[in-house]
């Protein structure tokens, strides 16, 4: 069995709703573990939970209740420590100093996360190359297209070298060619041994990367397992697609 890169032991996360003052779980007791160069997939409907889960995990939220280790560290008594091996890419058209080189955005970021000052130079520009930037580095962020915006929340997800990355929609409202570039790169960080998280809309993505699907809705698991595993559970033929598979149960994976 390869290494474990991050454990999150019964993860649960309830917000209360602004107006009448309840509280509601969003997420709901979730355990699982990523091994080096894995990747890990969430499948829901909107609001089933997906990116409170990435977030409970990644200490942006505190979980309800539960744990989680990286590299066998408690995120939630070590949070810096933890985060040196962690990288995450919530993606979208903002988290970026426009009037800024992508370069210094990133040195930036790396100094948040710690990096050493030695290492910070050496892994942007690394990060750069790695997702195909490092001809353009030295432009304003607010010259980068939606493709490459995008490309660079990722290289900010691996400016420090993370062991594991989470990726909330990485292919959201991208041209197919952009589509294509982030599933290729998301292989690449794979085969070099990064553990990943994955969720997305797109079942394109989902086939083509995951080793392992987990099925989400109402904040609960309801499937874990391979991609002929979702198929066998939504009880339709093994040579439909994901996305036939999804259809067939997507109801019951809206029931709360
Ligand atoms: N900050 C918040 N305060 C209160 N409720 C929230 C908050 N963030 C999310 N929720 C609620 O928690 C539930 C889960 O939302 P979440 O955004 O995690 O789902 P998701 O699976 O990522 O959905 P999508 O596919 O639309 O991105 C939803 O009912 C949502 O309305
Ligand atoms: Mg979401």
Redesign the pocket.
Known sequence: MQNTVLKANNISRY???EKTKESFH??EDISFSVHQGEVVSFV??????????LKSISNYLVPTSGTVEIMGINLLHHPKKARQNLGVVFGGDRGFYNNASARDNLEFFARLLDVKEKDIKHNVSEALETVNLLDVADKNASTYSKGMLQRLHIARGLVNKPQILML??PTVGLDIESVIAIRDLVKKLADSGCGIIL?S?NMNDIETLADKIFL?GG?KIHYEGSLEGVKQFAKVDNNASLADAYLAISDELKRK
Request: a negative charge.
């Open positions: 917000y209360t709703d969003a997420i829901g409907p909107n609001g089933a939970g997906k990116t409170t889960l909330d929609e969720t809309h989400i904040g």
